[in-house]
């Protein structure tokens, strides 16, 4: 009886010392992220005092230039968009499937030596 309580007392401080090792890693762990945390927002800081500008009417023009170049990449973009379909549909009546462009080489390898 005695020896399986000195076993359990035994098991028991192997525990806390585990314990002890995991609270110190932690308090460690919580010390580095709030270094980190604290890096993170200077870092954050530091970006937004170099993107903006001191001056407020600087930035309203900035922000509407962005606006119109943001405006005309989407236009751009769908005037492509309805070119491709344009393409496509071209394609599509002259009987040329749409393939992957490995398959097309290849394709056009086997009727280039026909």
């Given at each position: 009886?005695m020896?399986?309580?000195?076993?359990?007392?035994?098991?028991l401080?192997?525990?806390?010392?585990?314990l002890?090792?995991?609270?110190?890693?932690?308090?460690?762990?919580?010390?580095?992220?709030?270094?980190?945390?604290?890096?993170?927002?200077?870092?954050?800081?530091d970006?937004?005092?170099?993107?903006?500008?001191?001056?407020?009417?600087?930035?309203?023009?900035?922000?509407?230039?962005?606006?119109?170049?943001?405006?005309a990449?989407?236009?751009?973009?769908?005037?492509?968009?309805?070119?491709?379909?344009?393409?496509?549909?071209?394609?599509?009546?002259?009987?040329?499937?749409?393939?992957?462009?490995?398959?097309?080489?290849?394709?056009?390898?086997?009727?280039a030596?026909?």
């Amino acid at each position: 009886e005695m020896d399986r309580l000195r076993e359990k007392l035994g098991s028991l401080g192997h525990i806390e010392e585990e314990l002890k090792v995991h609270e110190l890693t932690e308090d460690a762990l919580r010390t580095q992220n709030a270094v980190i945390d604290k890096e993170c927002k200077d870092l954050q800081a530091d970006v937004v005092r170099m993107a903006g500008h001191q001056n407020g009417k600087q930035k309203i023009h900035y922000l509407q230039k962005v606006k119109q170049d943001n405006l005309a990449l989407k236009q751009d973009n769908a005037r492509l968009e309805k070119e491709l379909a344009r393409i496509k549909q071209q394609l599509a009546k002259a009987g040329i499937a749409e393939t992957p462009v490995g398959k097309r080489r290849q394709s056009l390898a086997t009727t280039a030596g026909k």
